[in-house]
């Protein structure tokens, strides 16, 4: 259900282009968030040399940049354990929570923070999670880190229906496995923070088609988690927003944005005429359960992380289409 605007299209064209990151292709799923006042992006993957309907090869990397000031140059900060893209990512006290994650051969279930300090890369374990994950969604509520779906291995043909826990706050933190949302397993699902809730939004589903690799089944449901309350299906989107920029960007007290995604719509057409994510927003308004579309985003994106900084939502590289990236970061100041 749509209903009229909460907020003004107007307030939806306040987007500017930060510097680009130092890198002509970009990245998909990076780690990306904010310490020492400064903007970290890391890992993530491409195809620097071939796209992939070329046969060309997927390569991680362990990069972190480091961009000091809005106006400023990227720069290297250091190296991540390993390569790695396709976890989670948020900012806690900071410094930026990474979670889970994969590389070209596996996941993997380690969890670390990221700080910047003085100039310099520091880096901190965090317990790691009860199993190997990536392509799952999170988001911060408090000092509370959530984490849904996913999958557990780069073949498997089915998606977790798995929901995590971690207090970061705590002074011997521990992964707490809670009762998962009522609906269909998925990954690369949208996550957000509002209202004193954790939303988990559209993702997709897996299953094993008849040449037994995954396929995809494109989901456009929607829950919430209330801590103390558990979970309660709200209205559905009004498409498919498969790994839309996540966690979601917030807008006053109540409502939280969709940006993109994939909708499906071009499962058929060929990669070389694949014409982009959909450019559309989608609003929930948490007081209401209803959501709408508004106003169009000129970085429509897929698999990329979001951050805030200096009162603005940024949307960190990510793919324009389907083996095509972006280094182009893109500002959002609500």
Request: net charge positive.
């Amino acid at each position: 259900m749509l209903t009229a605007p909460a907020m003004h299209a107007a307030e939806l064209s306040r987007w500017s282009k930060l510097p680009p990151l130092p890198d002509k292709e970009g990245f998909a799923a990076m780690f990306a968030g904010v310490s020492g006042g400064a903007l970290l992006a890391a890992g993530g993957a491409n195809f620097p040399d071939k796209k992939p309907w070329e046969g060309g090869k997927k390569i991680w990397y362990d990069t972190v940049f480091v961009l000091e000031k809005p106006d400023a140059a990227w720069k290297v900060a250091g190296k991540l354990p390993r390569p790695l893209g396709y976890g989670v990512s948020v900012t806690w006290r900071d410094s930026v929570v990474c979670v889970g994650g994969s590389d070209a051969n596996q996941h993997y279930a380690d969890c670390f923070r990221l700080g910047w300090r003085g100039g310099k890369l520091e880096m901190k374990p965090l317990p790691v999670l009860p199993r190997t994950i990536a392509n799952m969604s999170g988001a911060l509520l408090a000092d509370t880190l959530y984490i849904a779906g996913g999958i557990e291995k780069p073949d498997s043909t089915s998606a977790l229906k798995k929901f995590y826990a971690l207090d970061l706050a705590a002074k011997q933190p521990v992964w707490r496995e809670l009762e998962p949302w009522p609906g269909a397993a998925r990954m690369l699902a949208v996550a957000a923070v509002q209202d004193g809730s954790i939303f988990l939004a559209s993702g997709t589903d897996l299953h094993a088609g008849p040449d037994g690799k995954p396929m995809r089944t494109y989901l456009r449901d929607a829950y919430r988690f209330t801590p103390g309350k558990g979970w309660k299906r709200i209205a559905d989107l009004p498409r498919a927003a498969v790994a839309a920029p996540s966690p979601a960007p917030t807008v006053g007290a109540t409502q939280f944005l969709v940006m993109s995604g994939d909708d499906a719509a071009q499962l058929t057409v060929a990669p070389t005429e694949h014409k982009g994510f959909p450019k559309s927003i989608l609003t929930y308004d948490a007081s209401k359960d209803a959501w709408r579309e508004l106003g169009e985003t000129p970085a429509p994106r897929a698999t990329v992380p979001t951050a805030q900084w200096n009162g603005a939502w940024l949307v960190v590289s990510g793919e324009q289409r389907p083996g095509i990236r972006s280094p182009e970061v893109w500002s959002w100041r609500p």
